[in-house]
């Protein structure tokens, strides 16, 4: 998880700081101290975190602030500012053209994810803005280049435009065209990458731009590498201009120096970042959101975003409604289940919550092996059984048992377990109800013992 050391450190110095009430001009130079190695640590390029620091203290140890009713939470907002304007200051949008096809040139050396990156942004923009995408396989070099973008582009039903081992510059202009002619609106161009950057590297990259004139050039680094990547930013915008830059790998680096970095050595923003392997683990860079991730303040703009697009509106509703009265079946559990798991892990997700310490989550942590016994178990019933339970007998229980290769004993505890959260929820509803137009009882009314009741996964 990114930046959790950094957290965890920076944290502790405002744990400090608070712990103080009113605060001198050393108290705050001793937590800038301790700041500032967390960021050394966490592999932030020297002289961004020797000029964040120093930003910092400047206005930190003003008077106005030292004399305040709360210096230390002053501080802390300050150095919330500061982050996000290292980070960029706002969330930079892909430029779209005035008159389609917009065309995206993805450039990157091998290793950095570029050709999944390319399938992945094109997913993220056909399903936010309804964009119709094309990728078009420019990387006639390395071995199965083609292959693997027709791999991710059919599992994303997106159209993967190829013309074998030709000229790029030639596949790039005949890509294009073809996009022209067959309505879509956004063309990816996954261009060729080396384990190194070369001349004859930047060469190609040179022709193709100057043959197709994208709309933007965006540079696919590896979180990963630290301040390589930040070195490879350089040397791409040097040489080509690049627009934005794709960090991939941000879930795999505990540190996230590369992402603190970027911004104030190349001046170009991050535009996305690559949260995991999955093709739907993509998402828009926002500054404030990340620096208050960094800052242990969470994210719920992110996690409300995650769950308005991992879940059908409609269907939710259906479900609550289902819920209120008692009558949520099987089925309706196993699709939420599954929509639950596409939003991805439950550490990431409480990760995003206010006040809740990514590290100590290691208790919250959903059992997947446990989820997929739920899954197999549910999916080895008959409709009619999901719908009512109340019909399984033992021997329904022996069937289903054969059929998802787990015990008798496995299926009694998952329909235990519904049954218990069936009946809980039967309660709360009654309580809500029963708060209406009613004379409100003191205390809070017991749940039978529910509070301990756990889920089915």
Same mark, same amino acid.
């Given at each position: 998880m990114a930046f959790e050391g950094l957290t965890e450190k920076i944290s502790s110095a405002f744990k400090g700081l608070r712990s103080k009430g009113r605060l001198t001009e050393a108290d705050v130079k001793d937590a800038m101290r301790e700041i500032r190695m967390a960021l050394?640590?966490?592999? %932030?390029?020297?002289?961004? *975190?020797?000029?964040?620091?120093?930003a910092v203290t400047e206005k930190a140890t003003d008077a106005e602030i030292l004399d305040s009713l709360s210096p230390a939470q002053q501080v #802390?907002?300050?150095?919330?500012?500061?982050?996000?304007?290292?980070?960029g200051g706002q969330t930079t949008r892909l430029t779209i053209a005035p008159n389609p096809p917009t065309i995206v040139m993805m450039v990157g050396l091998q290793g950095a994810g570029k050709t999944t990156n390319c399938a992945k942004l *094109?997913?993220?923009?056909?399903?936010?803005?309804?964009?119709?995408?094309?990728?078009?396989?420019? &990387?006639?070099?390395?071995?199965? *280049? #083609?292959?693997?973008?027709?791999?991710?582009g059919r599992q994303l039903d997106i159209t993967v435009f190829d013309e074998g081992q030709g000229d790029p510059v030639e596949i790039a202009k005949h890509g294009i065209d073809h996009a022209?002619?067959?309505?879509? &609106?956004?063309?990816f161009l996954d261009t060729a990458g080396r384990l190194h950057i070369d001349e004859k590297l930047m060469d190609e990259l040179k022709n193709i731009k100057a043959a %197709?004139?994208?709309?933007?050039?965006?540079?696919?680094? &590896? *979180? @990963?590498?630290?301040q390589d990547a930040v070195t490879v930013s350089q040397t791409f915008d040097q040489a080509l201009g690049i627009n934005?830059?794709? @960090?991939?790998? @941000?879930d795999g680096d505990a540190r996230g120096g590369a992402a603190l970095s970027v911004k104030a050595v190349t001046g170009k923003p991050i535009k996305f970042i690559g949260t995991g392997e999955k093709l739907g683990d993509i998402e828009p860079f926002h500054p404030d959101r990340m620096a208050s991730r960094i800052l242990g303040m969470g994210d719920v703009l992110t996690l409300i975003e995650k769950a308005q697009q991992t879940f059908d509106q409609k269907q939710a509703a259906e479900t609550a409604k289902k819920m209120a009265s008692g009558k949520l079946t099987l089925t309706d559990f196993l699709g939420q289940l599954q929509? @639950?798991?596409s939003m991805g892990s439950m550490e990431e997700m409480l990760g995003m919550l206010p006040g809740v310490d990514a590290k100590a989550l290691a208790g919250a942590k959903i059992d997947e092996k446990q989820m997929a016994h739920t899954e197999a178990i549910i999916q080895s019933m008959t409709p009619k059984e999901r719908d009512n339970p109340s019909i399984i007998n033992f021997s329904r229980k022996k069937r289903i048992a054969a059929g998802c290769g787990l015990s008798v004993e496995a299926v009694n505890k998952l329909l235990k377990q519904f049954e218990a959260m069936q009946k809980m929820t039967r309660q709360l509803t009654s309580m809500a109800r029963g708060g209406k137009g009613k004379k409100k009882r003191r205390g809070f009314p017991s749940l039978g013992g529910l509070g301990n009741m756990k889920l089915p996964f």
């Open positions: 050394l640590e966490a592999d %932030v390029n020297f002289k961004v *975190a020797k000029d964040f620091i120093k #802390i907002k300050i150095v919330n500012e500061e982050l996000i304007a290292l980070l *094109a997913g993220l923009l056909r399903k936010q803005q309804q964009r119709r995408p094309l990728l078009v396989a420019c &990387d006639v070099y390395r071995p199965a *280049a #083609i292959d693997q973008l027709k791999v991710v022209k002619r067959n309505g879509y &609106d956004l063309v %197709v004139t994208p709309t933007e050039i965006i540079l696919v680094v &590896d *979180a @990963m590498t630290g934005g830059v794709l @960090m991939s790998k @941000m929509q @639950m798991k």
